[in-house]
């Protein structure tokens, strides 16, 4: 049986029409397929690979670690220096009201326990989130995204969420003293890069002060350098309660992270005891990568040259028929007329070697978000490739 019809037949799918490119091997900021055909990676993973496809520093990090110990036992029991390190690295880079962390394996992993540690701490069950949000497929972390079309079929759902406007400062007053928590990305991601002012961010940061409502930024997208700095958040000079982090945290392993208080933590380890508990969470392997992967962004200075390269993409792709660009960082939605246009160009961009992907909840749009590593001779390639899809999947 061919790897094709292993993969179709075999292995869950996702949607009905996966890109299906064989995967050989990727390097830097291409992905190689089996037949040797480049394709230059404008996604990095859905923002993961934000210093590109196996960075030679993650990889002997990964190689080193091999070859001391892999899981030894389930998270919080054992003294593991992978974890160690990676929770000294983190609350050194974050405010002091942010200096614990709980590693878990995914983006709504993090989610999902940072939801379970704010009714814990406030004792409170009513969860607002925004219209238009993602914030994962599980049980809990579907439940607060504002997607109507990903949930329906899931129902029932958590109960007492109530979901506000996004970027809509009249909106606020739905947080009460009922409220446990506000759950918001300081950039939404899957609705298409929509940026928030500062003046809303504030607001909500004083009204959930106000009320005792914790203040959770879900960071899984917008981490790690991709909006121009670390975290989206220290954009807008407002600092949450409890911070979820994913994605590009590993370097390309998966690992993810709810951070906050060592307080607020300490509510998880009694009444009752193991009020949150992870098999997996924390892995030594992806630990040493996610250190890793904080030191190439450090060494290189990757962070200093994400608007320059933003800019310059922005200024490339630049057409009549693009409706709007909703670009922070290297972080863009690049909207059209139409959905089918959008599928129509993410197609030819494939085809041409160009890898771009849509959003499922803004799907007139399409997205990029290139590696951090990205060179300007890639992003003038690159961009090549978009403005001629763009313009031989002009309606006729």
């Known amino acids: 049986m061919d790897s094709e019809r292993i993969f179709l037949d075999h292995v869950a799918q996702t949607t009905p029409y996966p890109l299906k490119v064989e995967v050989a091997r990727a390097e830097g900021t291409s992905i190689f397929d089996t037949a040797g055909k480049e394709y230059l990676d404008f996604i990095s993973g859905i923002a993961v690979s934000n210093i590109g496809h196996r960075h030679p520093h993650v990889v002997k990090a990964i190689k080193d670690q091999l070859d001391k110990y892999m899981h030894v036992m389930a998270y919080g029991e054992f003294i593991q220096s992978p974890q160690n390190r990676l929770a000294e690295k983190l609350a ?3 405010p002091e009201q942010l200096s614990t962390s709980y590693f878990v394996n995914s983006g709504a992993e993090a989610n999902e326990g940072a939801l379970k540690l704010a009714k814990r701490v406030t004792g409170r069950t009513q969860i607002v989130s925004c219209k238009k949000s993602y914030h994962g497929g599980t049980h809990g972390a579907l439940s607060v995204s504002g997607n109507e079309m990903k949930k329906y079929a899931f129902r029932p759902l958590l109960p007492d969420v109530y979901f506000i406007e996004f970027n809509n400062i009249e909106d606020l007053e739905h947080i009460t003293k009922e409220t446990a928590c506000v759950i918001i990305e300081p950039i939404q991601g899957d609705a298409g890069v929509r940026i928030p002012s500062k003046a809303y961010l504030k607001a909500l940061r004083q009204k959930c002060t106000e009320t005792g409502a914790l203040l959770i930024f879900d960071e899984i997208q917008t981490g790690y350098g991709r909006t121009g700095s670390l975290f989206a958040f220290q954009q807008f000079d ?24 060592k307080a607020h933590m300490e509510q998880l380890t009694f009444n009752p005891v193991l009020g949150h508990i992870t098999t997996f969470g924390g892995h030594p392997v992806n ?14 200075n990757l962070i200093e040259g994400v608007e320059k390269k933003g800019q310059l993409i922005e200024s490339l792709i630049g057409h009549p028929d693009i ?19 959008v599928a129509r160009i993410v197609n030819q961009c494939l085809k041409d070697g160009l890898i771009t992907f849509w959003f499922l909840s803004c799907p007139e749009s399409f997205r990029l978000a290139p590696p951090l590593t990205i060179s300007e001779v890639d992003i003038k390639r690159g961009c090549a490739i978009i403005k001629n ?3 031989v999947t002009k309606e006729v």
Do not use: Q, Y
Request: charged share 20%; proline share 3%; glycine share 8%.
């Open 92 to 94: 050194s880079l974050l």
């Open 238 to 261: 407002v600092i949450p309660d409890i911070l979820t982090i994913a994605k590009a945290m590993g370097g390309g392993m998966p690992i993810g992270a709810f951070i906050s208080s």
């Open 287 to 300: 630990c040493a990568a996610a250190v890793a992967n904080l030191e190439v962004i450090e060494n290189e």
């Open 323 to 341: 409706i709007e660009i909703r670009r922070i960082g290297l972080m863009f939605a690049v909207e059209f007329k139409s959905a089918e246009r």
């Open 389 to 391: 899809a763009i313009e």
